[in-house]
T-cell receptor, first 115, second 114 residues
Framework: EPEVTQTPSHQVTQMGQEVILRCVPI?????FYWYRQILGQKVEFLVSFYNNEISEKSEIFDDQFSVERPDGSNFTLKIRSTKLEDSAMYFC?????????????FGPGTRLLVL | AQKITQTQPGMFVQEKEAVTLDCTYD???????LFWYKQPSSGEMIFLIYQGSYDEQNATEGRYSLNFQKARKSANLVISASQLGDSAMYFC???????????FGTGTSLTVIP
């Protein structure tokens, strides 16, 4: 069964450093998403991406964040200058359609720790 | 704005018993979908079950069923015949036709006792 994959599974970085989180969505999906989950809290939407551009973003997704689909398979989230409060689990998700009946398929997550 | 409320931070259930996890939602949209995800301690999000706002019948998927009461705006998850492997966090989520994102509740931690 096809699945969303994410690398790395864990990342430790120093405050102020740049990190790139990588995702490979399910191959025939067209819509891609990033979410984050601070430890013990709910999952929060960051950004959605379709047709090589951002279609929606939350207030969390400020100028330090960017997303890119550098080739036909990868979908990346870049955090330019990490802050302590960026420590969280980051989930990538993909969906074949943008309708309310369609679930989003989540990757296993990248656990980011900013020191 | 969409909002999902899960009022039970933690629940315990005896193995082989049934358990109901509560979820209420708030939306002004007419078309929307309600989802439940399971998050084991390893962290991944596992899709369990979906209910559409226009579906007249409650959704079922194996041991999972969704008790959908549209007038009350509730979408409770029922797990029958609980197993030890059901111990996890459970998140209720909603997606509407007017937006791309999922809105998640704060989750319920379920512990199955042998």
């Amino acid at each position: 069964e096809p699945e969303v994959t994410q690398t790395p599974s864990h990342q430790v970085t120093q405050m102020g450093q740049e990190v790139i989180l990588r995702c490979v969505p399910i191959s025939n999906h067209l819509y891609f998403y990033w979410y984050r989950q601070i430890l013990g809290q709910k999952v929060e939407f960051l950004v959605s991406f379709y047709n090589n551009e951002i279609s929606e973003k939350s207030e969390i997704f400020d100028d330090q964040f960017s997303v890119e689909r550098p080739d036909g398979s990868n979908f990346t989230l870049k955090i330019r200058s990490t802050k302590l409060e960026d420590s969280a689990m980051y989930f990538c998700a993909s969906s074949p359609r943008e309708v309310h009946q369609e679930t989003q398929y989540f990757g296993p997550g990248t656990r980011l720790l900013v020191l | 704005a969409q909002k999902i409320t899960q009022t039970q931070p933690g629940m315990f259930v005896q193995e082989k018993e049934a358990v109901t996890l509560d979820c209420t939602y708030d939306t002004s949209d007419q078309s929307y979908g309600l989802f439940w995800y399971k998050q084991p301690s390893s962290g991944e999000m596992i899709f369990l079950i979906y209910q559409g706002s226009y579906d007249e019948q409650n959704a079922t998927e194996g041991r999972y069923s969704l008790n959908f009461q549209k007038a009350r705006k509730s979408a409770n998850l029922v797990i029958s015949a609980s197993q030890l492997g059901d111990s996890a966090m459970y998140f209720c989520a909603m997606r509407s036709n007017t937006g791309n994102q999922f809105y998640f509740g704060t989750g319920t931690s379920l512990t199955v006792i042998p």
